[in-house]
């Protein structure tokens, strides 16, 4: 900590003042170059990665919150990929353990999102919200944004007093509508 790697001289980066959060969900091209392995030397490699990234946002802005997502389990098999490996229901999970201790190491809050879409060990993700069989379209990232974990994460939970109050302002303004 303290120094920067070569990683970040590849960024023109300047975070402006009050900057308070760094979402990050790194690691799939990694892991899905290796096969999708469970070889736990791999994973670890893509654990260092993860952590190399992290300390670079650290060196960057030391009072920014860093939150990172593993991945949603995916609409469909990965057919795409020639290993069998990363055809399973449960092939991102090993991914996702690896971002989560990655996370842990850092100080760095990790949501995990493998059922935001939908999906769980025995069913896939629902295809409405794929834009191909593991990148998120529009209606995917509108789903992970309002996963309550997320929000949380992010500090955007709603009180149920304010909430209270803008559902009423709602009504009232269709009152007056009406």
Sequence with gaps: MGQSSK??????????????????????NDFFE???????????SVQQSIEQVLADLQF??????????????PKGPLTWHPS?????????EPLN???KRAAQAWGATFVDVSESMGGNTTHWSQTDFFRDSIHLNA????????????????????SNARAAGILISFLMLGFAVL
């Design 97 to 99: 353990a690896a971002v």
């Design 34 to 44: 290796m096969a999708c392995s469970m070889d736990v030397n791999r994973l670890t």
């Design 139 to 158: 209606a995917g990232y509108t789903q992970l944004w309002s996963t309550p974990a997320l929000q949380e994460a992010f500090q955007c939970v709603l």
């Design 60 to 73: 960057l802005s030391a009072n920014t919150k860093i939150i990172l997502t593993g991945y949603a389990v």
């Design 84 to 92: 069998p490996a990363c055809s399973s229901i449960t092939a991102l």
């Design 7 to 28: 990683s970040c001289s590849l960024f023109d980066v300047t975070f402006e003042p009050g900057f308070t959060y760094a979402w990050v969900s790194i690691g799939g």
